[in-house]
């Protein structure tokens, strides 16, 4: 039997693209018309996507505070509502909601194009060290250095002539833009056919980014990565977003989005979805309380509950949880994204 709260996070993912298309088609259909490229420049081209405003309000308030200008902010709006003006230090283009992988091409090839750097890194990484900017610099230095990645994928490793190497991911990544979207004219899309061996479960898929990285190993490109003792120096991250914003989005109430958790059999519990939506939702708690700090007043989400509803139904279903199911990474997040501030 597939219950319901299977089926809706994808049905709101279509949902919400489809709804957002009118505010977001004309302008990307502006936005090809011209395909205007950033200035040229010494500087890295940062960029960024968003589904949810108040958390591009803090992404923003950090990068600009840790970074200062040594970056200049390219934001793909896909809610359609972000306003210029809030941000005056960033380009902000309302762009469809189409695959991360697509917009990220897009950015590093067309918008970027004037730059040898480009770093992609998602709304939910929050850079907290102008030193990132120096990493980035120093690592694409070094010859045939391809990219440099200050959040790896830990569940799966390449095996290249039987050595294993972390993928690079997506999430927070610099590239040297010339070396690899024009002399190597690779592409970020996800593909079939990953039979590479797994640590915490064996992979089917290539991600974005994962092919190309598997490319450049195989020529023998760098493509580095931050150690992970250092990572924590500069930046704090969320996981799994994508799919509470969407029931936010969805839902009107706060009684429905507790629904969503309250209505399945608790057995449910078991899997890894609603543990991984209500954790999500506890970040989303997060974000909202940093924005309400920034602006006076809480952003409009009137389908989000209070955190100690979310907490309640968390506790009265932990006996159901693995014991990796924690909220540990979501309250250590919090804990540093608060002092950032």
Known sequence: MQYKYVTLVPYAFKRFSLLKTLRTGLPTLQYYATRKPLPPSNKPAL???????????????????????????????????????????ARVQKFLNLYAATKSE???????????????????????????????EHELAVPHTA?????????????????HIQPSSSYCIAFNRELVFEKEDLHLGPANGNTHPGILKKPTRYDTFDKANEILLQKGYRCAIVPEKDRAKYWAGFSGLSGPVMLLNYFKKPEQTL???????????????LFGILSGMLSLCTIQELY????????????L???????????????????????????????RLRDAL
């Open 259 to 273: 629904g969503y958790f309250l209505d399945p059999p608790k057995k449910q519990w078991q899997g890894s979805m």
């Open 47 to 89: 960029f960024t996507m968003n589904i949810l405003p108040p958390m591009m309000t803090v992404w923003y308030h950090l990068a600009t505070k840790y970074l200062e200008d040594r970056v200049d902010i390219v934001i793909f709006d896909s809610s359609g509502l972000l306003d210029q003006k809030e941000f005056p230090k």
């Open 147 to 163: 990219t440099v990645s200050f959040r790896p994928r830990e569940w799966w490793e390449f095996d290249i002539n039987g050595t």
């Open 305 to 335: 509950p209070d955190r100690s509803q979310l907490m309640k139904i968390l506790e009265d279903h932990k006996q159901y949880l693995r014991p990796d199911q924690t909220i540990a990474p979501v309250e250590e997040t919090s804990d």
């Open 106 to 136: 897009e950015f590093l090839r067309h918008v970027a194009k004037n730059r040898t750097i480009g770093w992609i890194c998602d709304d939910d990484m929050f850079l907290l060290n102008g030193e990132a900017v120096d990493v980035v």
């Open 292 to 303: 309400t700090k920034l602006k006076g007043s809480p952003y409009p989400l009137p389908a």
